[in-house]
């Protein structure tokens, strides 16, 4: 059975960093696509962030919507099947509840980064993430 247990959530004020982690067990995150989706209070979910499954070259490619690039980072150690997201220079507007996932799809075209929750068959608990001063 996959479980995908989160952690790392809190209140930060603008400007300030958050990381939240995602440990798996009952799936190998290095064979698998790991994707961050958001849902913000009266919105639809989105997609954020995913990570590629690693190729043996690297622990995969990681790829961010355009409102998080430069802020948002994807780390992932195997050893301990666990992946990172890391969130520095947070905007009120990064407020939500956050969820990682695994096991779907990253398809970025055009340089823009496409996730679809529904190709993704497990998910972690969700976690809050509020940003404000």
């Known amino acids: 059975q996959v479980q995908l247990v989160q952690s790392g959530g809190g209140l930060v004020q603008p400007g300030g960093s958050l990381r939240l982690s995602c440990a798996a067990s009952g799936l190998p995150l290095d064979s698998s696509v790991i994707g961050w989706f958001r849902q913000a209070p009266g919105k639809e979910r989105e997609g954020v962030s995913c990570?590629?499954?690693?190729?043996?070259?690297?622990?995969?490619?990681?790829h961010f919507i355009d409102s998080v690039k430069g802020r948002f980072t994807i780390s992932k150690r195997n050893a301990e099947n666990t992946v990172w997201l890391q969130m520095i220079r947070l905007k009120p507007e990064d407020t939500a509840v956050y969820y990682c996932?695994?096991?779907?799809?990253?398809?970025?075209?055009?340089?823009?980064?496409?996730?679809?929750?529904?190709?993704?068959?497990?998910w972690g608990q969700g976690i809050q993430v509020t940003v404000s001063s």
């Open positions: 996932a695994a096991g779907g799809i990253c398809t970025v075209v055009g340089g823009k980064l496409t996730l679809d929750a529904a190709d993704f068959g497990s």
């Open positions: 990570i590629n499954s690693s190729d043996g070259f690297s622990d995969g490619f990681a």
